[in-house]
C-alpha cells in the first residue's frame, strides 16, 4: 500500500515521505490515526504543502538548534495550574502546557512531542524540563509552576 505521511513515524519517515507499507499496517493502524493519507495523483499537490510548511518549521543545523537552546534556556517560562492549599496540583502538566507557556512566554513554536518531562509534575515549585532539539541538541528550561 502506497501512502503519505502527515505525522512524523518512527521507523518509517516524517510529513511529505512517501512510504510503501503492509496493506494491514496502513488501513488499521495509520489511516485512522491520521497518520497517513491514501497515495493518489491528486495528492502530490498536498505533499508539496506538507513538505513547504515543514520547511518553515524544521531547525536548520547543529548551529541553529543551538541557537534556539540559546533562545530557550534564556527564557523564565512559569505556568500557572489549579492546586491545592498544600501546593498539590488537582492534575500533572503535560507536554502540550509546557509547549503552550513556552510560546506564551516569548520563546519559540515547539512541538509538544519534544517536550521531555523526566517525573511527572504534580506539584507547585520550578522543575527542570527537557526539549529535544535535535538528536544530539536538548534544551534545558526551568519552568516555574504556580497556584492559580
Same mark, same amino acid.
Given at each position: 500500500?502506497?501512502?503519505?505521511?502527515?505525522?512524523?513515524? !518512527?521507523? +518509517?519517515?516524517?510529513?511529505?515521505? @512517501?512510504?510503501?507499507?503492509?496493506?494491514?499496517?496502513?488501513?488499521?493502524?495509520?489511516?485512522?490515526?491520521?497518520?497517513?493519507?491514501?497515495?493518489? &495523483?491528486?495528492?502530490?499537490?498536498?505533499?508539496?504543502?506538507?513538505?513547504?510548511?515543514?520547511?518553515? &518549521?524544521?531547525?536548520?543545523?547543529?548551529?541553529?538548534?543551538?541557537?534556539? &537552546?540559546?533562545?530557550?534556556?534564556?527564557?523564565?517560562?512559569? +505556568?500557572?495550574?489549579?492546586?491545592?492549599?498544600?501546593?498539590?496540583?488537582?492534575?500533572?502538566?503535560? #507536554?502540550?502546557?509546557?509547549?503552550?507557556?513556552?510560546? &506564551?512566554?516569548?520563546?519559540?513554536?515547539? !512541538?509538544?512531542?519534544?517536550?521531555? @518531562?523526566?517525573? #511527572?509534575?504534580?506539584?507547585?515549585?520550578?522543575?527542570?524540563?527537557?526539549?529535544? *532539539?535535535?538528536?544530539?541538541?536538548?534544551?534545558? @528550561?526551568? *519552568?516555574?509552576?504556580?497556584?492559580?
Amino acid at each position: 500500500m502506497k501512502l503519505i505521511l502527515t505525522a512524523p513515524v !518512527d521507523h +518509517l519517515g516524517v510529513p511529505g515521505d @512517501i512510504v510503501e507499507v503492509k496493506d494491514g499496517y496502513g488501513r488499521n493502524y495509520l489511516l485512522p490515526r491520521s497518520f497517513a493519507i491514501k497515495w493518489t &495523483r491528486g495528492a502530490e499537490k498536498q505533499i508539496d504543502g506538507i513538505k513547504r510548511a515543514r520547511d518553515a &518549521r524544521e531547525i536548520r543545523g547543529v548551529e541553529h538548534a543551538t541557537q534556539i &537552546r540559546e533562545q530557550l534556556e534564556a527564557l523564565e517560562v512559569s +505556568l500557572p495550574a489549579r492546586a491545592g492549599e498544600a501546593g498539590k496540583l488537582f492534575g500533572a502538566i503535560t #507536554p502540550a502546557d509546557v509547549a503552550l507557556a513556552v510560546k &506564551r512566554a516569548g520563546g519559540p513554536a515547539i !512541538d509538544k512531542r519534544s517536550v521531555e @518531562i523526566a517525573k #511527572p509534575i504534580k506539584v507547585v515549585g520550578t522543575h527542570t524540563v527537557g526539549i529535544k *532539539l535535535t538528536s544530539g541538541v536538548i534544551a534545558h @528550561i526551568q *519552568l516555574g509552576v504556580v497556584a492559580a
